[in-house]
């Protein structure tokens, strides 16, 4: 009997020697800042929505299968935060700490009261550094990186189909540059007798606060009043306000020359960053001066096709199809024109109708890579 009760006791020992008597060596603090465990994310995220990343996983031809514009599907997945406090006491209120650079400076901060927090509208492609704070502790800082699939679509509420020009791979590998101009559909009731603002005050607050959009060109027409009876950006006195009003029936491309003109002139002004423009629905006319300065910056043709049919995913009233941007005057007008590449047939096709090569050259300066 002795002899069994020394063995364990042998044993005991042993066990208590390798394990510091009951805290192993393997199991590591979970528990950075000494009071937060991070759940999640920590690697890569998406920012799509199934459908939406189904879509741009698969070829062009396949867009209705996905959208078919009768529906509002263009709003992205948020970014959802988790961690777990453990630091023993009643917590009234989480600080998440957001920013690109590792040292956390220039971070944007949000107060919440629970355990997690759902972000809305992060670029894509991109590395992001978090901490949560707890009153006075903080937590080690961790990272991810968000899908690199263009289009980065934004979340505006109140507005449908609203997307970055940014974000997109250009035919020398590079990136356009994201956060400087967005388009969009309205943000206030078309042909209306009486001012009628759709975009929300919650969807104000992304523009101007999130985005920090300074100009708005609204493509829509002053003629038959389809404007919606505004003379300033339903986004307050803070923003400028450009009226280019374009037509959308027959050649676009003939028949807004000289408007497109004046876009042009708006966009080699970086004083007027960041831009948000739109028509009626943000698609054909949109459509057009975004496939002109994508095109111009050296996006390849499958992508702005991508981009435009990405339209589907907005509540637009009816699907758009790459047969049908192929019937518009831009894109024969940019076929016809001199040069090896897209971007260089674009280039001369803008000289063409009037537009300063200066200001073109500082329109590829502001938003390219």
């Keep these: 009997m002795k002899k069994i009760i020394s063995l364990v006791l042998s044993v005991l020992l042993i066990g208590c020697t390798l394990t510091s008597c009951g ?37 062009n031809s396949l867009i209705l299968v996905y959208a078919r514009g009768s529906k509002e599907l263009s709003i992205p997945e948020p970014v959802k935060f988790e961690w777990v406090y453990n630091g023993g006491q009643a917590v009234d209120n989480y600080v998440l700490n957001i920013s690109q650079s590792k040292d956390m400076t220039d971070s944007v901060s949000y107060t919440t009261s629970d355990n997690s927090y759902s972000l809305y509208n992060l670029k894509i492609d991109t590395t992001y550094y978090w901490t949560v ?31 970055d020009l940014g974000g997109w791979k250009t035919e020398d590998g590079s990136r356009t540059k994201q956060g400087l101009i967005y388009r969009c559909g309205r943000l206030n009731e078309s042909s209306s007798d009486s001012v009628n603002i759709e975009i929300t ?31 300033s950006s339903p986004l307050g006195d803070t923003v400028n306000y450009f009226n280019c009003p ?17 876009v042009f002139s708006i966009l080699s002004d970086k004083n007027n960053y960041p831009i948000i423009f739109h028509c009626n629905i943000g698609t054909d006319r ?50 016809a024109s001199a040069g090896d590449s897209l971007s260089e047939k674009t280039y001369n096709c803008l000289v063409n109708i009037g537009i300063p090569k200066e200001q073109i050259d500082s329109v590829i300066s502001i938003l390219g890579d």
């Design 23 to 59: 805290i192993s060596k393997s199991a590591e603090p979970v528990y950075s800042g000494s009071v937060v465990q991070v759940l999640s994310p920590t690697v890569n995220v998406d920012i799509h929505s199934k459908k939406q990343e189904s879509f741009l996983d698969k070829s």
């Design 133 to 163: 704070s707890v009153g006075d502790q903080t937590s080690s800082v961790f990272e991810f990186t968000t899908c690199d699939s263009a289009p980065r679509n934004i979340y505006v509420d109140g507005v449908t189909n609203v997307r």
């Design 201 to 231: 005050d919650a969807g104000k607050k992304t523009m101007l606060e999130t985005l920090g959009i300074k100009s708005e060109i609204d493509l829509r027409k002053t003629e038959g009043n389809e404007i919606g009876s505004i003379t």
């Design 246 to 262: 374009m037509d959308w029936d027959g050649n676009m491309f003939e028949n807004n020359k000289e408007q497109i003109k004046n």
């Design 286 to 335: 949109t459509g057009m001066i975004a496939f002109l300065v994508n095109a111009l910056l050296g996006v390849q043709e499958d992508d702005l096709f991508r981009d435009y049919l990405y339209s589907n995913f907005g509540n637009i009233g009816n699907s758009r199809s790459i047969s049908g941007l192929k019937k518009c005057g831009y894109y024969d007008a940019i076929q």
